[in-house]
């Protein structure tokens, strides 16, 4: 399927995702983060952004028996097999949350809001949840 | 880039979050609940005052008007309608909807 | 210009939806292309034909309905937010086993791609949600 995709046309752009919310509260965590695994076939240069409330989304440790409520978290660390490699915290949101690095479950690179804007202007399209 | 955001100031951190991280020469236009931070003497008005110096702030008049704050504009920020809206969004390379 | 519109809310409860028909028809009016209006989250919300608004309000179903037909819009609502929400058309709900459909004229049910596709052909993706 890939293949036909870029005999087709070849677009390669460069798509972020931006996440502010945090998991459960709302649905958008979890929906956006099925746009990232659907949009992964169309082989763009993706980029995931998790600032303010968004940092929360890649926690570990969340156990959602309690709440009845479907645990989504692990889904980030498969990000990795569907070429979805380029993720960032934002280290003013991290930080005024109190947290740090160790705490996410997946790798990413912290930036400051000057690398985040420039990163953001960088990009071709940049959806929002 | 054009940056949108659509809750009030005194709801979310969206217009926080945006002036962290919009760059010089971008533009951001406030439309729904969002035009409150428009406004004149707002505990948000020095911030926004600041970025006026480096990013053009625009606000969806039609917004502004059905809230009743249409003739409470800060000096500096620029009215549009739809079509305006339309415009700002042809004239910038993308937009980000700060949500 | 090619646009791309993204709705994330339902009608009525945020101001989302509204703001995107309009934004939407004067794209229309300035004689720009829009590529596709991609209905997600609780903006497949937008598609029920069951809503009865008040007389004396906007019916927001029903004008997006018309502006599709009017200018032959692509309006996609996304198929995964659509089961969880309860939005079907005749097929999904046959293939889901429902006893009722409830799709709007004007709209049709596809895959998530169908968002990332408007990204990759349009010239700009503009999202409305809350």
Redesign the interface.
Known sequence: MSEEMMEE?G?V?K?LY?N?KAPYGT??AL?SL??VL??A??E?DVSLIF??DGVYQITKGQDTAGIEMKNFSPTYRALEMYDVEKLYV?K?SMEARGLSADDFLVDVEVLD?TQ???L??D??????? | MLHTINKSPFDKGSLDSCLRTAKAGSAILFIEDGVYAATNGTAVAEKLKQAMGNVTVYALEPDLKARGVADKVMDGIKLVDYAGFVDLVAEHDKVQAWL | MKFAVQVNEGPYTHQASDTAYQFTKAALEKGHEIYRVFFYHDGVNNATRLTTPPQDDRNIVNRWSELAAKHNLDLVVCVAAAQRRGIADADEAKRNGKDADNLAPGFRISGLGQLIEAGIQSERLVVFGD
């Open positions: 046309g677009t752009k798509f931006v502010r649905i958008y929906e099925e746009v659907i949009g076939a169309f763009q600032m303010d934002e003013e809001s985040i804007a420039d953001m202007e990009q071709d399209v940049v959806l929002s949840f």
